[in-house]
């Protein structure tokens, strides 16, 4: 199974520290704020209470994670418009 | 089946525009930036021609938008982080 976790986070430190963490389960970010990954679901488990946690410890109420357990058909589904790539060169943002 | 529309926009009034055509199609904003709802399979192409039009007169390089088609099981998957509520209220934003 896949997972999507997109975000809404107003402060800067938060939102690193949310990309980070998706980041560490071995999810690739496909948007500024869009993480997307395979993970097995012990992992996903992992990473939604790691979310939970942080979110509770800084998390406004203007702040909101979405997390999707995507199955095969629904990852393959994904229709991309737009030209550009987005790739992190040594921890930032890159548009090639 | 569901449709979930993610974007990056960088320029507000093409960001409106993305964000108008997605409710003109029975979608829900679920975050500043995420669209979701059911959708015919035709209703979703017609859509997605509609995206494609206007990113091709109006987006940037740095622009990009991520069309996924959710079956049952994705879109039931969903999980929440967060205590907010995000609402419109005569066409803008409100968090209650």
Known sequence: MF???????????????ISETCKNYGLMRIQKSAFLGRQTNSLRKELMAKLRMIMAEEG???????????????????????????????GVLVYV
Do not use: A
Not at 3 to 17: A, E, F, H, Q
Not at 60 to 89: A, H
């Open 60 to 90: 406004t109420e203007r702040d909101n994670i979405q997390i999707f357990t995507l199955d095969s058909f629904s990852y393959n589904s994904r229709v991309i418009i737009g030209t550009f790539k987005l790739v992190e060169e040594k």
């Open 3 to 17: 997972t999507l976790v997109i975000y809404d986070i107003s402060d800067d430190g938060l939102r690193l520290k």
